[in-house]
């Protein structure tokens, strides 16, 4: 069994940085695959980003244009989410997720989730 918590939301103005954090327990989750994914009102959830259980395999959303990193620290079981450049339509509920599933996974496909943190940008 995995829980998972985010943290890290909150308001910005665009171009500020937030890095977002997903604290984990639970003993397999060092072989997880995590993903971050984002939800705004009216719209589908999306996927941000992915990293394998060993940080070597990563995926990022076309959409992100190099401005988030995501990074884990299994020493610390919580996987980052870095996000620079911020705009008013990264606004959303973020949430990490984790299975063992491959980096390019969809939502449907992530067996664990955290209760999200909202992220709200500003013009």
């Known amino acids: 069994q995995v829980q998972l918590v985010e943290s890290g939301g909150g308001l910005v103005q665009t171009g500020d940085s937030l890095r977002l954090s997903c604290a984990a327990s639970g003993r397999t989750f060092n072989w997880y695959t995590v993903g971050w994914f984002r939800q705004a009102p009216g719209k589908e959830r999306e996927s941000v980003a992915a990293v394998g259980w060993n940080g070597a395999f990563i995926h990022y959303a076309d959409f992100l244009r190099g401005r988030f990193t995501i990074s884990r620290d299994n020493g610390n079981k919580t996987v980052y989410l870095q996000m620079n450049s911020l705009k008013p339509e990264d606004t959303a509920v973020y949430y990490c997720?984790?299975?063992?599933?491959?980096?390019?996974?969809?939502?449907?496909?992530?067996?664990?989730w955290g209760q999200g943190t909202q992220v709200t940008v500003s013009s």
């Open positions: 997720a984790a299975g063992r599933v491959d980096i390019r996974a969809g939502a449907d496909e992530y067996d664990y």
